[in-house]
């Protein structure tokens, strides 16, 4: 499918390898398809991870929502838009749009990015990649932007030890790893029954090889709940929250 600079278009064959128990592309793997979506984008804007590395940058995930209206199966094709919605000092938003190669629309994302040095953690001012405001697409993204998520209290929180399997190029916790552990505090009847229709996710702290760390859940109201990921010097790393319908 035909890409321009102002919206990335990414397609990805949909095999029975990625499904989960569901017979469905699970949430985790939804996220990781739409994070690579958004590195192919940054890569033909010219700002990519091979990019800002020769500066010693890198970029990461602060907040992610995701909602769908039916999640992908076997030999479908799922096709992403993404676009740039926005951009500051600090920040830029992303947004993506989730439909078959038929043109059926799946769901939509929303994002938050920023730079940081790969070394010192630190974030960097956006303002120096210059392009980018030049490409802002106004394209509209119809769900609410990821917002504030409360502190979970939990007194039988799982304990999880963060392995090699668990890490990517930045050498912590993968996003989508994240997301696995944290739907893992759901039973199978719970997803034999419902499915995730608004799965939201805040990064804040990375989980790093050989940490212990707390997975605690709490349920909000009917059908919603939120979880939140702890380290053992009690430092939150994540917090999510999910909707089931």
Same mark, same amino acid.
């Given at each position: 499918?035909?890409?321009?600079?102002?919206?990335?278009?990414?397609?990805?064959?949909?095999?029975?390898?990625?499904?989960?128990?569901?017979?469905?592309?699970?949430?985790?793997?939804?996220?990781?398809?739409?994070?690579?979506?958004?590195?192919?984008?940054?890569?033909?804007?010219?700002?990519?991870?091979?990019?800002?590395?020769?500066?010693?940058?890198?970029?990461?995930?602060?907040?992610?929502?995701?909602?769908?209206?039916?999640?992908?199966?076997?030999?479908?094709?799922?096709?992403?838009?993404?676009?740039?919605?926005?951009?500051?000092?600090?920040?830029?938003?992303?947004?993506?749009?989730?439909?078959?190669?038929?043109?059926?629309?799946?769901?939509?994302?929303?994002?938050?990015?920023?730079?940081?040095?790969?070394?010192?953690?630190?974030?960097?001012?956006?303002?120096?990649?210059?392009?980018?405001?030049?490409?802002?697409?106004?394209?509209?993204?119809?769900?609410?932007?990821?917002?504030?998520?409360?502190a979970v209290i939990?007194?039988?929180?799982?304990?999880?030890?963060?392995?090699?399997?668990?890490?990517?190029?930045?050498?912590?916790?993968?996003?989508?790893? *994240?997301?696995?552990?944290?739907?893992?505090?759901?039973?199978?009847?719970?997803?034999?029954?419902?499915?995730?229709?608004?799965?939201?996710?805040?990064?804040?702290?990375?989980?790093? *090889?050989?940490?212990?760390?707390?997975?605690?859940?709490?349920?909000?109201?009917?059908?919603? *709940?939120?979880?939140?990921m702890k380290n053992?010097?009690?430092?939150?790393?994540?917090?999510?929250?999910?909707?089931?319908?």
């Open positions: 499918m035909e890409e321009n600079l102002f919206l990335g278009v990414t397609e990805y064959k949909v095999y029975y390898n990625l499904l989960n128990a569901e017979g469905e592309m699970p949430v985790s793997q939804i996220a990781e398809s739409l994070i690579n979506a958004a590195s192919h984008h940054a890569y033909r804007l010219g700002v990519g991870f091979n990019n800002l590395i020769k500066n010693n940058h890198t970029w990461v995930l602060a907040r992610m929502a995701i909602e769908m209206k039916r999640y992908p199966k076997a030999e479908e094709t799922l096709v992403i838009e993404t676009w740039i919605e926005g951009f500051n000092k600090v920040f830029t938003t992303r947004n993506m749009r989730l439909l078959t190669s038929e043109g059926e629309e799946l769901g939509f994302c929303r994002t938050i990015w920023s730079v940081i040095d790969y070394n010192t953690r630190e974030a960097q001012d956006l303002m120096q990649y210059r392009d980018i405001p030049r490409l802002i697409n106004d394209k509209p993204c119809p769900i609410e932007k990821p917002g504030r998520i409360p939990d007194e039988d929180a799982e304990i999880y030890k963060v392995r090699y399997s668990d890490l990517d190029i930045n050498r912590h916790m993968t996003s989508s790893k *994240y997301i696995e552990h944290m739907l893992d505090r759901f039973s199978l009847e719970t997803f034999d029954n419902k499915r995730v229709g608004r799965f939201e996710i805040q990064y804040i702290n990375e989980a790093l *090889y050989d940490d212990e760390i707390k997975i605690l859940k709490q349920k909000t109201k009917e059908g919603e *709940y939120i979880t939140e053992s010097d009690g430092n939150t790393l994540c917090k999510s929250r999910i909707i089931f319908i």
